[in-house]
Each structure stands twice: as C-alpha cells, then as structure tokens.
C-alpha cells in the first residue's frame, strides 16, 4: 500500500472556537474515505486544511510521505504561500456550489487552472480540458456557457475542472447538496466512476446509500473528532456510538443496502 495522506493531530482554530480536535488518519492510494457527521463536527474544515485552503493551526499533514510546512521555532510550522500552491495543485477539491465563471465557457472555465497555475501552453490546456469533459460527459457541452447549463452539469463541469490539474488526491465537500433531487445521481456516478478508476478520494455526503456502495471506510465526526469509523458495513449498519445511531436514525430516507440476515427476515 501507498500512503497518499497521513494527518497527525491535526488542529484548527478560528479564533477561540477549536474545530478540529486532534485528527489522527491515513490515507492509501486508491482509497475512498467518506466523512459523515452533523453539521458543525468539523467535515468541511477537515477538507480545507488537506489542500490548504485553511492553514492548521496545529498538527501536521503528510502528503505522499512528505510532511508539508516548515518547522519553526518550537513546535511552530510556518507555511509560506509559495509552498502551498504545488500542494493546491495536487489536491483537487469540488463544492457545494459550483463556483464557475459566468464569463467563461465550459472549455475556458476548465483550462483555467492549467494555465494560470501550472502555466502550460494553451494547447496542453485546452487537450486537457477536452479530455476531462469528455470524461465526465459533457464533452459535448465545451462552447457552452455555464448559465445554459442544468445544475448537474455544472458541478460536472467543476468536476473535470479539477481533473484537469491531474491532482492526486480529490475531495468532494457536498458536491450534490445545492442540486435538485433528480439531477444527484448523475453527479454521484461521476464521483463513482472516479472511486472504481483507483483514484484517492475524500468525501463528505450525507447520501448514505452512495456511502455504503462507494467507500472503502466511513468516518464519523463529532465536535472536531472522529468518533466512529471502519467499513461501510460496521458504521452503516451496526455503528458502536450513541451519536452516531442518532446520527442514520435522522437520516433513515436513505435505503441501505440489506445484510443476508436481514433479507432472511
């Protein structure tokens, strides 16, 4: 196994308020790891400080085997702009919301990162951004503007816009929770595909039947720790913890796959 991803004890703080208590987890290439727990546990902040977009506050993170940052004085780690933008770059992350320039097409929106961040010739950009649309469906689409676009296509679109920097990790924060029910499953079987090609994903849901099909382990976080976690089948189906009963109890809309037992039943 290859470790793509090791945190340890990582904390963040805005402020006064401690989000993240101390997280402790590693990654291997290929994995699909799905991060559930109720709002304010600390699931997006977790996302945001593997790529960076929040800076720790303590911890520290290992990214393929290197630990990123630098040591400073005591057990300070000072992160300069210039070293985290590589890292931005290797790790891919979609949102809630799509986040698309409206004055873009679909083909321009996707090429932008490739050449304002790696700086590659236009027509490296613009053979990568075909490629990930025609991944994800869309290919079709690449003359479009985003506003002639359902809300499913758009967060493909985010979608190949991150594939586009051939990161090699991918995280999801919610990416199908500001779309119509009936567009969720197209985005969900982009996400799929990507877990089934062995690429290394992070993923925060609340679908819970997409977590059971997809994951390789399920975390569940309470006020900045991981309270529960194992295989899909253990936190799923039969979690240990109170909280995270109480957790699937509110979330029974979403069917399950059933156990053997339960099909005798």
């Not at 470790?3 to 987890?25: C, H, P, Q, W």
Request: aromatic residues 6%.
């Amino acid at each position: 196994m290859t470790e793509m991803l090791r945190l340890e004890g990582l904390v963040k703080r805005f402020d006064d308020l401690e989000v993240l208590k101390g997280i402790d987890l590693t990654v291997q290439k290929g994995e699909t790891i799905v991060l559930l727990g109720a709002s304010g546990s600390g699931k997006s902040t977790l996302l945001r400080c593997v790529n960076f977009m929040e800076v720790p506050s303590g911890g520290r993170v290992h990214l393929m085997g290197e630990p990123v940052g630098r040591d400073g004085r005591g057990a300070a780690i000072s992160y300069s702009e210039r070293d985290l933008v590589p890292i931005r770059a290797r790790v891919g992350m979609v949102f809630q919301h799509f986040n698309l320039f409206p004055h873009m097409t679909v083909l321009q929106n996707v090429m932008e990162g490739p050449r304002t961040v790696l700086g590659l010739p236009r027509s490296e950009c613009e053979a990568r951004a075909r490629k990930y649309l025609d991944k994800v469906g869309l290919g079709w689409k690449a003359d479009a503007w985003p506003s002639h676009l359902s809300g499913g296509q758009q967060q493909r679109v985010a979608i190949a816009r991150a594939l586009a920097m051939e990161p090699e990790i991918m995280l999801f924060d919610e990416a199908t929770s500001a779309l119509d029910p009936e567009l969720v499953g197209e985005v969900l079987d982009t996400i799929k595909e990507l877990a089934d090609e062995g690429m290394t994903l992070l993923i925060v849901t609340h679908e819970l039947g997409f977590a059971y099909t997809v994951a390789d382990r399920v975390l569940f976080l309470s006020a900045g720790r991981i309270l529960e976690e194992g295989r899909p089948e253990e936190v799923l189906l039969a979690p240990r913890e109170e909280q995270t009963q109480s957790f699937l109890r509110g979330h029974g809309r979403f069917r399950l796959p059933e156990t053997p037992a339960q099909e005798q039943a």
